[in-house]
């Protein structure tokens, strides 16, 4: 268990629907990551929030949006849902300090079905 | 841009050893994980590699050399548990860090 929690696990929709998913990081992490992960295809970097503030972004697309809030956990919304958006999210969460590996903690993901 | 790469499957037998090979192309390199994940599960951290050398941790290991762009992750004594996927991932300064990954190694180890 990495102390990094998601919620739903699973998520089954339609297309063109909206849904918000749910990440609380380690206690003590101010940085949240979030990814995605297709069938056969690499973890892609999609945005990352650090202390409620948005501080990188990758391939995230447009339908997509993110935040952190004041308790520090971070809920992503993908909104006109397309059947290319089925994959894994996932939330990861790390301390951000100057040195060292500040490796990232993985969430068990979310698993999304557009149908 | 970022470039990984990685081989895709790899086979190999209970007790043996095996080397999972990594070379990248990236700018702004700050550092070299591994991390393993079982099918549907969440990656879990291995190794962290910053200067040129072998990390050893248990039956673990990671290479890096920075001029040949260059890791390998070796893996002794299999166990059938270490069945999954084998993530190469550069973390990269551009501005701000981010983990570039590469597709990953699935590696099937067999009785």
């Known amino acids: 268990d990495s102390g990094v929690t998601q919620t739903p696990k699973h998520l089954i929709t339609a297309t063109g629907q909206r849904v918000t998913l749910r990440c609380s990081p380690r206690s003590g992490d101010l940085s949240v990551y979030w990814y995605q992960q297709s069938l056969d295809q690499g973890l892609q970097f999609l945005i990352q929030?650090?202390?409620?503030?948005?501080?990188a972004k990758g391939n995230i697309l447009e339908r997509f949006s993110a935040q952190q809030f004041p308790d520090l956990h971070s809920e992503l919304n993908l909104s006109s849902l397309e059947l290319g958006d089925s994959a894994l999210y996932f939330c990861?969460?790390?301390?951000?300090?100057?040195?060292?590996?500040?490796?990232?903690?993985f969430g068990p993901g979310t698993r999304l079905t557009v149908l | 841009g970022q470039n990984i790469d990685q081989p895709t499957e790899m086979t190999a037998t209970e007790g043996a050893i095996v080397q999972i090979n990594c070379t990248y192309q990236?700018?702004?390199?700050?550092?070299l994980f591994w991390y393993q994940q079982h099918a549907g599960e969440a990656p879990t951290f291995l190794s962290y590699n910053v200067l040129d050398g072998l990390e050893e941790k248990g039956r673990f290991s990671s290479f890096l050399s920075r001029s040949k762009g260059y890791s390998y992750l070796l893996l002794k004594e299999l166990q059938m548990k270490d069945s999954a996927s084998y993530l190469c991932?550069?973390?990269?300064?551009?501005?701000?860090?981010?983990?570039?990954f590469g597709t990953g190694t699935r590696l099937l180890v067999s009785p």
């Open positions: 990861a969460s790390s301390i951000p300090t100057g040195g060292g590996s500040n490796e990232q903690f």
């Open positions: 990236t700018s702004g390199f700050n550092g």
């Open positions: 929030y650090y202390n409620g503030e948005e501080r």
């Open positions: 991932a550069v973390r990269v300064n551009t501005g701000f860090q981010k983990l570039v």
